[in-house]
């Protein structure tokens, strides 16, 4: 990890599920979901189930990137961010899952 950055927290509400989703507004006006900077370009893990994701996502740790504990889906973004690797895998991912279908709304 290089650091974090000045960032406002936004909350996007998601109106299939009624769950809040957190993001982070730079000065700038990007959205970001992480505060924390890592280094080099950014890198996408596409992978399918049981493929070795979280091995992935370890090994690129290592290498000094800020895994952004989401997964997107083709309808769907599941957060996981918080959790250990051994809560993701039992996880309720109904629970955790956001529509990307968003009609939203946010808090700046």
């Given at each position: ?86 809560e993701k895998r039992t996880a309720d991912v109904d629970g955790r ?12």
């Amino acid at each position: 990890m290089v650091g974090a950055i000045a960032a406002r927290e936004c909350t996007v509400r998601d109106r299939v599920t009624g769950r809040d989703f957190t993001l982070f507004v730079r000065p700038d006006g990007r959205l970001l979901v992480n505060i924390v900077l890592g280094k080099g370009h950014p890198v996408a893990v596409l992978s399918i189930p049981k493929s070795g994701t979280y091995l992935m996502a370890s090994l690129l740790q290592q290498l000094g990137y800020v895994d952004t504990e989401l997964h997107v889906a083709s309808t769907t973004l599941t957060d996981y961010r918080g959790l250990s690797v051994a809560e993701k895998r039992t996880a309720d991912v109904d629970g955790r899952a956001y529509w990307l279908l968003w009609s939203s709304w946010c808090h700046l």
